[in-house]
Structures are given as structure tokens and as C-alpha cells.
């Protein structure tokens, strides 16, 4: 009993360089047509979403909000033909995550994976239950 208390004592949270290195290793994984219209997105992690993100998403709070795929839909700019006003990037937020990893109760791979799915599913003009849909839930895991 007490390794078992040892080992967990030494555990560790994975860091935002884990967290980034998974999400890279899973888009690089996604089928050729969804990494064709994604292209080569950065991933960053941040420890928490800002007050820009949680405004953008209208998300009160800051758990509910576990990644952000920041860019112009696809359909929207092929429609106004014009180049992304900022950088494409998808954002992580370890925090939420590392929650919703610990209340799902399944690997975090599955999680991050969900995350960057529903990222691309919005940038790819679907809105929240077509997002949703992609992950296999029909509704949000929390209120």
C-alpha cells in the first residue's frame, strides 16, 4: 500500500508542452481531407481561456471552455475570398481539460481529441450541436 501512495505522490499533471505535443500528434492523425482543409494550425496552450475567449464564445465559465479554434470559418472565407485577419490558431486550455479529463474518467487522449474535433467541426462552420454531433454527444457534459 504505501508504494502505491508513493507513486502517486510523485504524478505529475501533464504540462502545456503535453498537452501541445498530443494535440499536434492528433491532428497529424486526423484523415488526409479534414487535415487538408485545417492545414498546418499552430496549437497553443494556455492555462485558462481569457476574457476575449470566454466573451467570443459567450461562455460564463472559464471550465466550460476547454479549446478554441481562432480563425475565420472555412465557408466564410472562401465566400469573402480573403486572407484570415489574424493567425489561425487552436487553443487548449490545460486547466478545463485536466477537469473534464478527471470527470469523464477516460484517457486524456480521448479528451483532447474531442477538444481539437469540436474546434475543427466549428471552424468548419458547424454550429454547437452539429459540434457536438462530431464528438458523439448530443448535448454539453456540463449545465
Not at 481529441?113 to 454527444?137: K, Q, S
Amino acid at each position: 500500500m504505501s508504494g502505491d501512495v508513493e507513486r502517486i505522490g510523485r504524478l505529475a499533471a501533464p504540462s502545456a508542452e503535453d498537452l501541445a505535443a498530443l494535440g499536434e500528434r492528433l491532428l497529424a492523425q486526423l484523415p488526409k481531407e479534414i487535415r487538408e482543409l485545417v492545414g498546418m494550425v499552430p496549437i497553443r496552450v494556455e492555462e485558462w481561456p481569457d476574457e476575449d475567449a470566454l466573451d467570443a464564445t459567450e461562455c460564463d465559465d472559464p471550465l466550460d471552455l476547454t479549446g478554441l479554434y481562432r480563425a475565420v470559418p472555412i465557408a466564410e472565407r472562401h465566400a469573402r475570398a480573403l486572407p484570415p485577419e489574424e493567425p489561425e490558431m487552436i487553443f487548449l486550455y490545460r486547466l478545463p481539460i485536466l477537469v473534464e479529463w478527471a470527470e469523464r474518467g477516460c484517457t486524456l487522449e480521448e479528451v483532447v481529441f474531442d477538444v481539437l474535433t469540436h474546434e475543427i467541426a466549428h471552424h468548419l462552420g458547424m454550429d454547437e450541436i452539429g459540434a457536438l454531433r462530431v464528438e458523439g454527444r448530443d448535448e454539453p457534459s456540463r449545465g
